[in-house]
């Protein structure tokens, strides 16, 4: 959870950037911006803050040397000496000026903010802000206008929707500090611009990497493997990831050992799970631990896709919670279509 106070801005630079493949341009602000009043700093806060919900934290990374990562770069000299924001700021909005090349990327405001006390995981600490808004919403302007009133449309910010945001701070730097990113508008190919492009950045390997990863795995091997191996139903495939989940929800730590033997069961089963993690890790590029404590952040965003479900043609689909001996499969020879049975005390 990300948390700061109203007064816990204490530096902004504004550039606008646009779109150097159609020679959008790329507009310098000589100063840092003026905030007048805290009714302002009371917008702009929530403004920037407001959208990093996720507790999914990435880190800034480069091939060769952490070091060669223009946003590290910048961010650790703000950090070293906060009066440099305005001159990094310059550098941060030339560098995403050059990786704006798609097309589909808009234009707009690029913002730079050093942010003094903010809170992430009960910890304090500074952050470097680096927000983009993108697209303008109309809105109306209703004035009075001698004994009537007066109304006009203006275009704008709406301060409800960030469109893109990172917040760096200052922790664990030698690893590339933790990272938080927002990417709201774009879901194409041209989103890669912002996190893999500008920003550089991949997944941080806590808590929440090996909750997300681990229970990925499962449903995988679940769905897609066991099947191949053993005659499993569907209903057994469902009531294996309800056994998961559970497992995750009611653990306060993870133990390979003690998740196979408790979910798993059968030492057959348990022996091609381990193997499939091997294949899994490598045809992935992972690395997953056998021990970790479990982010409960994780297991509640993994619990929405590890839903069992047994969708039957186009008509229906079963969702299975757990019992799956009150589920029963069939064959009927008269119709050559096969059916369930489901057992129940009542209906609600």
Not at 54 to 73: G, K, R, T
Not at 158 to 167: A, F, M, Q, T
Not at 275 to 294: A, H, P
Request: glycine letters at 6%.
């Amino acid at each position: 959870m990300i948390y700061a106070e109203n007064n816990s801005i204490q530096k902004l630079t504004i550039h606008h950037v646009g779109n150097k493949a159609i020679e959008g341009g790329l507009s310098l602000s000589k100063k840092e911006a003026g905030i007048l009043g805290d009714g302002i700093y009371s917008v702009l806060v929530p403004y920037f803050l407001s959208p990093f919900k996720s507790e999914e934290y990435f880190c800034f990374h480069h091939d060769i040397d952490l070091n060669m990562n223009e946003v590290f770069v910048c961010a650790s000299k703000i950090f070293d000496n906060p009066e440099t924001l305005h001159e990094q700021s310059i550098n941060l909005a030339k560098h995403l000026y050059e990786q704006s090349i798609h097309p589909k990327i808009k234009g707009g405001e690029f913002y730079v903010v050093y942010f003094r006390d903010c809170v992430i995981n009960e910890e304090i600490t500074d952050a470097v802000g680096l927000f983009k808004s993108e697209n303008k919403d109309t809105f109306l302007k209703v004035f009075p206008s001698g004994d009537s009133f007066e109304i006009e449309s203006q275009q704008g910010i709406n301060i409800n929707k960030l469109d893109k945001g990172c917040l760096i701070f200052n922790i664990d730097k030698e690893n590339g500090y933790v990272v938080a990113v927002v990417d709201n508008t774009n879901k194409g190919m041209e989103a890669q611009y912002w996190i893999d492009d500008f920003l550089h950045v991949r997944q941080r390997q806590d808590e929440y990497y090996n909750t997300q990863n681990v229970m990925s795995m499962c449903k995988n091997f679940v769905t897609k493997a066991l099947p191949q191996q053993y005659d499993i139903s569907k209903a057994e495939q469902a009531d294996l990831i309800n056994k998961s989940v559970k497992f995750f929800k009611e653990k306060d730590s993870f133990d390979m050992e003690e998740f196979t033997n408790e979910v798993i069961v059968e030492p057959g089963v348990i022996n091609s799970f381990k193997e499939y993690k091997s294949e899994y890790q490598r045809e992935r590029d992972l690395d997953i631990v056998d021990n970790f404590t479990i982010s409960e952040a994780a297991v509640k965003k993994q619990s929405r896709i590890l839903k069992s479900v047994i969708k039957l043609d186009k008509n229906f689909h079963i969702y299975v919670h757990g019992n799956n001996q009150y589920i029963k499969r069939g064959y009927d020879e008269e119709t050559g279509m096969y059916y369930y049975q489901l057992f129940f005390k009542e209906e609600q």
